[in-house]
């Protein structure tokens, strides 16, 4: 019998592991079995994969990134989610703010999660300079919570609209899932509107390393993408994991990434 | 020229109803699928925050569990239906039972609603009946059951049956002991085609039966089907026993299959601790799948309670959906809560 792929992924929250459990189970059924470790942190676990200690690691966008600068480019991205293509990060405040552009944000305060999320810190600085806005030209906060797990928690991006609420900041950059999480504004029309979007990038994707045979990891593949959402059993695991499709990766979805991290100097390791 | 007012800090935020959702959305973060969070309102914008915690649950997939003052909480996930498990026979409104009278020619000595020639008619009345058949019909109710005291007491008992037959599938019990002269001829106008016969019997010798129905009343019952039969009515046969004797059964179904009772027509039940009987089985509401009961006092959890202000449910029998509705979600509400105690329940 095939020994099981080892996929990595990062225990940001208990339900990590009913979500794994259910991938492992649905891979059991099928031509590649799958076993996984979960890792405290983003750092470990990319350390895991090119260490060869994994066959595969569900990486974040930042993950991905390091991974590539780490490996020269010759890792693999493998497999996203749907949502992962169309991710976006939104620039939000207190409804009636009269807020318009990222550029009404100049002399403002805007509140920023995790350094480590690219979501709600290290893009939204990239957007800043591409709207010709440097660090000085707005009063940046940064709300360093759960470092490590690349903003997976969310914890960084709700203490930042917290700040907003109690008037600590004027505007707050999250990411699209979060904006959701809160309704997008409709629960509490008064409390939240946003008034930029930014354009879509991708978030996460399996990593795989070269030395990971093609022949094991296509079929492996192949199996992922057979998830169906009108499957009851995949059903619940891919409600948990945030998706209705397991897609193949959008590689220029990182390009804006790739870049925040030049420009803002972000090592490749953490 | 910056005026003073301008100087002046923005007073500081309100309480903000988002921030409890604020709360919500990193505390379930932090629990697994099924487990629940609790998050303090503040007194001045309860109202407010409650309605924003529920539309959030509501949106986001989560389930608000209960509010007792300013603690709320909320279950990771949405706890599974609790009807789902259940035959859809066992569903509240599937069926509904009617008193229509409590008096009855027999004074059983387990009889759950005290029922005997000296209790209280409290009749259920034709127009009342009417208006549940009609009512059950539409709410979906898939059939009624007619039951008393001895209902072949009522001298409007045809026309009674007839308005339930005219609308829905129906049962009536009875001791099957006074099918003559002008009770008989009701029963002969009664709808063959959608009227089932349920007769007590207890026991295949008269002994038993008779211990707890009175003398006779066995030779009565059985002449009582033979009767029904030849009058061309389907008829079940329910037997009423101790948990003791619930081992040996065979006897009892040979005898019924002897009269011609099918087996599936053939329903044993355990006696209940309910109105006159001193011994029987505890059943209580939340220990028992509803089976929604009407009387003229009102509607009841259960037929073998409808004498019994715990099980009582509401005087208001219309609108009957409403009722049913509501035990339905007294029923859901049981069905949670001892989920949630079995969680609570360490196993060792």
Redesign the interface.
């Known amino acids: 019998m095939t020994a099981p792929l080892v996929v990595g992924a990062v225990a940001y929250?208990?339900?990590v592991?009913?979500i794994w459990d259910g991938m492992r189970d649905y891979f059991a059924e099928t031509s590649t079995p799958m076993d996984f470790v979960l890792f405290s942190n983003y750092g470990r676990q990319v350390d895991a994969l090119i260490s060869g200690s994994l066959d595969l690691a569900w990486n974040t966008n930042l993950a991905w990134v390091r991974t590539v600068a780490q490996t020269d480019g010759a890792c693999r991205a493998l497999a996203s989610r749907d949502t992962d293509l169309i991710f976006t990060t939104v620039f939000v405040a207190r409804a009636g703010s009269g807020f318009t552009s990222l550029e009404s944000l100049r002399g403002r305060r805007l509140v920023l999660g995790s350094r480590d999320s690219a979501q709600a810190a290290i893009l939204p600085v990239h957007f800043l300079r591409e709207a010709g806005l440097s660090e000085g030209d707005v009063n940046l906060t940064r709300i360093d919570s759960d470092v490590g797990k690349h903003g997976d928690?969310?914890?960084s991006e709700?203490d930042a609209?917290?700040a907003v609420?109690?008037?600590r900041a004027d505007a707050a950059a999250i990411g699209i899932n979060?904006w959701q999480?809160?309704?997008r504004g409709?629960?509490?029309p008064g409390?939240?509107e946003s008034f930029w979007t930014s354009p879509e990038y991708s978030h996460c994707t399996f990593t795989a390393m070269p030395s990971l045979a093609i022949e094991r990891s296509d079929p492996w593949v192949a199996n992922l993408l057979a998830m169906d959402w009108q499957n009851p059993q995949h059903r619940s695991i891919m409600?948990?994991e945030g998706l209705q499709a397991w897609v193949p990766p959008r590689l220029e979805g990182y390009a804006s990434l790739v870049a925040a991290i030049r420009e803002q100097g972000i090592t490749a390791r953490w | 020229m910056v005026t003073p007012s301008a100087l002046v800090s923005?007073p500081?935020?309100e309480p903000?109803?988002?921030?409890v959702?604020?709360d919500l959305?990193?505390g379930i973060?932090?629990?697994?699928?099924g487990?629940t969070v609790t998050v303090e309102l503040v007194h001045a914008n309860r109202i407010a925050a409650l309605d924003?915690v529920a539309?959030?649950c509501a949106?986001?997939?989560n389930e608000l569990v209960s509010v007792e003052g300013l603690t709320v909480t909320v279950l990771?996930g949405r706890s599974p239906d609790p009807l789902a498990g259940l035959d859809p026979a066992q569903l509240p409104g599937s069926r509904v039972w009617v008193y229509t009278n409590f008096d009855c020619n027999l004074a059983c000595d387990y009889c759950c609603v005290r029922s005997s020639p000296k209790a209280e008619r409290r009749a259920i009345g034709a127009e009342r009946l009417q208006q549940i058949a009609d009512e059950a019909a539409a709410a979906g109710v898939g059939e009624l059951i007619l039951t008393g005291g001895e209902p072949f007491l009522l001298n409007d008992l045809d026309a009674l049956v007839n308005s339930c037959t005219d609308k829905l599938p129906t049962t009536l019990l009875t001791n099957g002991m006074l099918f003559r002269g002008a009770r008989l001829e009701r029963l002969r106008r009664m709808d063959r085609s959608r009227l089932t016969l349920q007769i007590s019997v207890d026991s295949a010798t008269p002994g038993i039966h008779d211990s707890h129905r009175g003398n006779g009343s066995w030779a009565k019952a059985v002449a009582g089907i033979r009767i029904a039969h030849d009058e061309g009515f389907r008829v079940k046969v329910a037997a009423t026993l101790p948990a003791d004797q619930m081992h040996e059964l065979d006897p009892f179904h040979a005898f019924l299959d002897t009269i011609g009772i099918s087996r599936e027509d053939q329903v044993i039940r355990a006696l209940a601790h309910r109105g006159v009987a001193d011994s029987g089985i505890e059943l209580t509401v939340d220990s028992l799948i509803p089976e929604v009961t009407i009387t003229a006092d009102g509607v009841y959890w259960h037929p073998v309670a409808a004498d019994h202000d715990d099980q009582f449910v509401t005087r208001d029998i219309f609108p009957l959906a409403d009722a049913i509705a509501e035990i339905t979600r007294r029923f859901v509400a049981h069905r949670r809560a001892a989920e949630r105690a079995a969680e609570w329940f360490p196993c060792a």
């Open positions: 929250s208990p339900n592991v009913p928690t969310g914890r709700l609209l917290r609420l109690d008037d979060t999480a809160i309704g409709e629960l509490l409390a939240f409600e948990m | 923005p500081p935020a903000s109803a988002m921030g959702v604020l959305i990193e973060g932090r629990v697994p699928t487990g924003l539309a959030w949106s986001s997939g990771h």
